[in-house]
């Protein structure tokens, strides 16, 4: 839920872990880039939302009224109304929660079950390690979107089966990233010394190994809340979430379709709002990449070499 | 070789649970279709020896397994028709779908991220950055209603729903198309642009190429490796958002196939659509392996694992 907090915990905690001061700085340089900033303020407007977006609600998100498919601007609905009468506005502040708080979940979810399962190939290694990462290769090797489809569609239709979907589908990404951190941090000297020093295997991986891992995973997936939050509208919005009247983004997206051709605003809200949070955290992410990633930043640009080379042979 | 045949192994192994697992009796199912009332218990226990449901599930997986191959799937549950018939009424329409998509992403996203390299830090740069940023955010099913606003009800030029002529398909085409380019171009833009680091670079510029055969002769053949894995991927994009995009135009291919099943719970079918579309991403990402080869005679393919 916290998102945004989370995201700069995080950043610090990444320095702290690999050297020091990198954390500080990845977040002063993460502000002073303009699409990181943008992307931190949406994702922070996320969070804000996604906590106390039900009670900034106007309205009741559920009640049905006879003033339908009012337009955007309307006396008391700022967003409009949808073809039932209920205003917009206070379904997009209840669907935050709802869409935000589902994709949160979902990414927690799936980063517990990657790190679990990570943790355990990379430590146990030799058989265990051969099988479970063949099983990663397997379901990374499967169209995610069909496979989710075909899963969910196991449940009467619920978010929480979307959410289940979602897990079985996206662990495997994470498990192989977990397992390589953990095979490197397992060679790390401070790992060593607390063997040295008598720690047991399972003190070792809990107190030494485990904590440079849960950093990364945590970046990761906050990042890919957004990816989450594409994926659970879109079931949602093909009908295997949560059953009407619920107000989730996706949802909402299926029911304006109908009034879509006279009345596209009960079709562009919802999407607006599910587009808007995506893109705040690709933004981010983005950013950090940007500032993690320092290839790209010392890459010669072509029009300096021109010019060096025609100042040489003039 | 050995990985595509566990590849495809596995992927039978979990199409098969997904029926293990389905709600319902699949001999009850089919009685009470065909009854069109709750079938008596006698009748439902002999459906169920006729269909093998009473063997141990090895048994029964290696029977489905065995039938899968010859390409039968089984019948629909409630369209009373062959799964495999059903879906080679649809194949042809998913792939003309996605054929044309695959190239549109590539005519867009290739070129975008040229250009957003060569001209790094430029206006055109940073439009493509954004562009490429909102094309990755945006999700199909809403681009689908801005294209049909703008395109159909707007300039009225393609029609929205429907099937059969080619103005039909360019509107879901282009939605398909967009997520995928939006990806190609910002590898696109990075790969360039590591490449242009290289010193091979500065030998071919030292040698007085012009720009267009830098780019042109070593820095897109260079950065073709990874460009071509994507679009290797962005299959499995194709295949899933098709599932979305022929549900919002009434397309009707494989993906709107799979909707309506899963709308009616018929499990056979979604089975059969599993199966089919896995084995097309596991096989078509094999190719893509094989292709490195063939682009790039230093990396062959039994020396990756």
Not at chain 1, 39 to 59: Q, T
Not at chain 1, 272 to 278: E, H, K
Request: glycine fraction near 10%; charge should be positive; hydrophobic fraction near 55%.
């Amino acid at each position: 839920m916290a998102a945004a907090t989370t995201t700069l915990d995080v950043g610090i905690d990444i320095g702290r872990t690999v050297e020091g001061p990198v954390g500080r700085r990845l977040l002063r340089r993460l502000v002073r880039d303009r699409t990181a900033r943008v992307g931190l303020v949406i994702v922070a407007a996320c969070a804000v939302l996604a906590i106390a977006g039900p009670s900034l609600a106007p309205h009741d998100p559920l009640e049905v009224t006879t003033e339908r498919l009012r337009r955007p601007g309307a006396a008391g609905h700022l967003l409009g109304t949808d073809g039932l009468g209920r205003d917009l506005l206070s379904r997009v502040l209840h669907g935050a929660r709802l869409s935000l708080g589902s994709a949160a979940l979902a990414a927690a979810l799936v980063s517990l079950v990657g790190m679990v399962v990570g943790t355990v190939a990379g430590f146990i290694g030799g058989v265990v390690d051969k099988v479970l990462m063949r099983l990663v290769d397997v379901v990374l090797a499967v169209p995610g979107l069909v496979l989710a489809l075909a899963v969910a569609g196991l449940f009467d239709p619920s978010l929480l089966a979307i959410m289940l979907a979602l897990v079985t589908v996206w662990w495997a990404g994470y498990a192989r990233i977990v397992r390589g951190l953990v095979l490197s941090i397992r060679e790390q000297p401070f790992v060593e010394a607390a063997r040295s020093v008598g720690a047991g295997e399972w003190r070792v991986v809990v107190r030494h190994v485990l904590p440079g891992v849960v950093s990364t995973v945590v970046v990761l997936a906050t990042l890919e809340i957004g990816q989450l939050l594409l994926v659970i509208s879109g079931l949602s919005f093909l009908g295997l979430g949560s059953p009407p009247p619920t107000p989730e983004w996706g949802a909402m997206l299926n029911d304006g379709r109908v009034y879509f051709l006279s009345d596209p605003h009960v079709v562009l809200v919802p999407g607006m709002a599910i587009s808007l949070a995506v893109l705040g955290f690709n933004l981010l992410g983005d950013g950090i990449r940007d500032v993690l990633d320092p290839r790209l930043a010392h890459v010669p640009r072509p029009g300096r070499l021109r010019r060096q080379r025609a100042a040489r042979n003039p | 070789m050995a990985w595509l045949l566990v590849s495809l192994v596995t992927l039978s192994m979990i199409t098969f649970g997904l029926g293990v697992l389905a709600p319902g009796d699949p001999a009850e199912v089919v009685l009470e279709h065909r009854l069109n009332q709750p079938p008596p218990k006698e009748q439902v226990d002999a459906q169920r020896r006729l269909m093998g449901l009473d063997r141990p599930l090895p048994a029964q997986y290696l029977r489905w397994l065995s039938k899968a191959a010859q390409g039968d799937l089984g019948n629909s549950w409630l369209r009373g028709l062959r799964v495999s018939d059903a879906l080679r009424e649809r194949i042809p329409r998913t792939a003309a779908l996605a054929a044309v998509a695959a190239a549109i992403s590539v005519l867009i996203g290739v070129p975008v991220g040229m250009l957003a390299a060569v001209r790094r830090n430029s206006l055109a740069d940073h439009v493509c950055r954004i562009a490429a940023l909102v094309g990755a955010s945006v999700p199909s099913y809403f681009t689908a209603y801005v294209l049909i606003l703008v395109f159909a009800v707007g300039f009225r030029a393609f029609p929205v729903f429907g099937f059969g002529s080619v103005a039909n398909l360019v509107l879901p085409a282009v939605t398909l198309a967009l997520g995928p380019a939006a990806v190609l171009a910002r590898l696109t833009r990075s790969t360039v642009l590591e490449v242009l680091g290289e010193d091979y670079i500065r030998t071919a510029r030292a040698k007085g190429a012009r720009q267009s055969t830098v780019l042109a002769a070593h820095a897109l053949r260079n950065s073709l490796i990874p460009i071509l894995t994507v679009i290797g991927l962005s299959l499995g994009h194709l295949l899933g958002g098709s599932l979305i995009v022929e549900y919002v135009f009434a397309w009707p291919g494989m993906g709107e196939l799979a909707i309506s099943a899963i709308q009616a719970r018929d499990y056979p079918l979604i089975q059969g659509f599993v199966l089919f579309a896995g084995a097309v991403y596991v096989v078509v990402n094999f190719s893509v392996d094989l292709g490195y080869a063939w682009l790039d005679p230093r990396i062959r393919v039994g020396g990756r694992r």
